[in-house]
């Protein structure tokens, strides 16, 4: 990956995550969202957070892109593989966690809520990310997925109600967003997932829970929206004209 500067700041967050997912961390060390809100250049991105530019495109330089992740080998996968993967990892983890963060978090507000009143809307924003994300994969498991299946296989690729494959994708990528900002509420009444220092061990039980959900649908948004999307789209275009 090219770390020149100039070229650099006028890179999307999306570009420069998909080139090498190890920057990410640096990313997600100054809040900036990779995956929602990939679509901004890192330019635009710092004058809006007032971040020094200099300052993190530094630190991006200094990311060993000598070993390749996981993360980047997905990007060689065939669509149907990562259509796979991605129902069975972050769909199954999404489906197990939901409610295993809601006995927690509505225990806290219950307890807790009367001296801190933000565990309340804490229950009530993951309730919300919770309902939607459940409707949203499985437009996605019955839709939109087979679909990209039957491209990637080379299946006989019959009319399709939604029209072009950029249709539903654009309704999920929205979805996404809607996700990502009520876990961004989430993070900031948080306080970024730390708990006050004499919370129990269920208050803190819940945060930690509450900020690997929020890893994982990073990641998990990330493969769709920067990689699985793109690249079904083009072959959809390849195929169809």
């Known amino acids: 990956m090219n770390n020149n500067p100039e070229l650099l700041e006028e890179k999307t967050i999306a570009e420069i995550v998909t080139e090498d997912f190890k920057k990410a961390a640096v990313f997600k060390r100054y809040g900036i969202d990779f995956c929602c809100g990939g679509k901004k250049t890192l330019k635009s991105v710092c004058e809006k957070k007032n971040i020094n530019k200099s300052e993190i495109i530094e630190e991006l330089s200094k990311v060993d892109t000598r070993t390749e992740s996981q993360m980047d080998q997905y990007?060689?996968?065939?669509?149907?593989?990562?259509?796979?993967h991605i129902i069975t990892k972050h769909h199954a983890y999404?489906?197990?966690q939901i409610p295993i963060i809601r006995a927690f978090i509505t225990k806290v507000s219950r307890v807790h809520g009367d001296a801190h009143p933000e565990t309340k809307i804490i229950a009530t924003l993951f309730e919300q990310v919770a309902q939607?994300?459940?409707?949203?994969?499985?437009?996605?498991?019955?839709?939109?997925?087979?679909?990209i299946k039957s491209l990637a296989q080379g299946q006989n690729i019959e009319a399709m109600p939604f029209g072009s494959i950029k249709n539903p994708i654009e309704m999920m990528e929205q979805e996404h967003e809607g996700a990502g900002l009520l876990f961004e509420?989430?993070?900031?009444?948080?306080?970024?997932?730390?708990?006050?220092?004499?919370?129990?061990?269920?208050?803190?039980?819940?945060y930690h829970l509450l900020e690997e959900f929020e890893n994982d649908l990073h990641?998990?948004?990330?493969?769709?929206?920067?990689?699985?999307?793109?690249?079904?789209?083009q072959l959809e275009h390849q195929i169809l004209g």
């Open 132 to 147: 939607e994300l459940e409707h949203h994969m499985m437009k996605e498991e019955k839709i939109l997925f087979p679909y």
């Open 185 to 206: 509420k989430i993070g900031q009444l948080t306080n970024k997932f730390n708990p006050p220092a004499y919370a129990c061990n269920t208050f803190k039980a819940s």
């Open 94 to 96: 999404v489906t197990e």
């Open 75 to 84: 990007k060689k996968w065939q669509l149907d593989h990562l259509v796979d």
């Open 219 to 233: 990641v998990h948004i990330h493969l769709e929206n920067n990689i699985l999307f793109p690249k079904a789209i």
